[in-house]
């Protein structure tokens, strides 16, 4: 994702905060998602939403590959509410 200036900043303990249907945060290389209405309109269901909520999606996105590919990526870019801590961005890379 292109970097946001214009975004608030969060970190991952406020992210985690996010992670039942209410409220489903999560962050991809850097940048923080609130995808909170998509919940019944995920493919592959609710369990998988909740299953990530709260947290980086890059390790769900080593397994299901296909979030890289087509329109993901920029979908969820219109749903971005802020940007991770330069901190944790640049330790959330190393993972």
């Known amino acids: 994702p ?9 970190t991952m303990e406020e992210v985690s905060e996010h992670a039942d ?39 769900y996105w080593e397994v299901y590959r296909q979030h890289l590919r087509g329109h993901v990526v920029n979908w969820m870019e219109r749903h971005r509410i802020g940007n991770l801590s330069p901190e944790e961005a640049k330790e959330a890379s190393k993972m």
Not at 2 to 10: A, K, V
């Open 2 to 10: 292109p970097p946001r200036p214009d975004l608030p900043t969060y």
């Open 21 to 59: 249907e209410e409220s489903m945060w999560f962050t991809f290389r850097g940048a923080v998602y609130d995808m909170t209405f998509f919940i019944n309109g995920h493919p592959g269901g609710t369990p998988r939403l909740l299953m990530a909520a709260g947290q980086d999606l890059e390790p």
